[in-house]
Nanobody, 124 residues
């Protein structure tokens, strides 16, 4: 059974920073793409960032480009999201995702693996 366990997040003021981590267990994750999505109240879940199975290629939503950085741990079974210069519109529940196979892109579906969600709140 694959499990994705998220940590981090919380509250910050506009312009501040937060980080998220996601640890995967239950399978070899060296050939999984991993990513982050977010869902604000009353809105659909949106893509935030992703990295391919090697951690060599990264993709970002335009709204976070230049402010957020996605990275994978050396063991490849963890993924991190560093969020800088946070804005109130970044407030959402953030979800980690893992897609098996040598995938590189922004598409993660219902059949992939998802974390439990972590609240990020940005307000003054």
């Amino acid at each position: 059974q694959v499990q994705l366990v998220q940590s981090g997040g919380g509250s910050a003021q506009p312009g501040g920073s937060l980080s998220l981590s996601c640890a995967a267990s239950g399978r070899q994750f060296s050939d999984y793409a991993m990513g982050w999505f977010r869902q604000a109240p009353g809105k659909e879940r949106d893509f935030v960032a992703s990295t391919d199975w090697r951690g060599g290629r990264t993709f970002y939503a335009d709204s976070v480009k230049g402010r957020f950085t996605i990275s994978r741990g050396e063991a490849k079974n963890t993924v991190h999201l560093q969020m800088n210069n946070l804005k109130p519109e970044d407030t959402a529940i953030y979800y980690c995702a893992a897609r098996p196979g040598y995938y590189s892109g922004r598409e993660f579906g219902q059949d992939d693996f998802w974390g439990q969600g972590t609240q990020v709140t940005v307000s003054s």
